[in-house]
């Protein structure tokens, strides 16, 4: 799950002289994905071992809630306005990791290893809002544009194993 708070900016317009503040933007979207995969590993001496791991998503689930605030022309009370989206994709996610694994000892082991995740093709879903021509509707109303999301990450792992039995 990830969730920013984009602070809200004043910005100057010189053909006006006035600085406007601009709205704030609070983003949460959850994602959720199933793997099923291989695993390869390779053990050239007694104190370390690789290992290639290759994984493909059958199914991944995106949602999202984009909360602009802005406000209302005739009354200047501030309002939150959302957007939701809702994706379900198949086998468009892959996700790939390189592990080694270091023997310091016969109970600890060091190991250290990357990973990364990719779409191959962008989700694709519906958007949908409580607001339509600027009048709340009090429920999400399809908005009849079309969502695409995209993924693209890299992790850096460290950490060890204690090996309490034999």
Known sequence: MARQLFKALSVYNPETGKTLKLAQIDYLRH?????????????????????LSLFASPVSY????????????LTKLMYKKHYRQRQISYFNSIKINLDTALSLSKRFDLNLGLETLFNIKNGRGDLYSDYHSDEYQGEYVNSGQKTSSTLKSIKAKIGCTVKLMD
């Open 31 to 51: 994602t959720f994905f199933s793997w099923t995969g291989i695993k390869f590993r390779l053990k050239p001496g007694q104190k370390i071992e690789f290992a």
């Open 62 to 73: 995106f949602y999202s809630i984009d909360t602009h605030y802005a406000q209302d022309k």
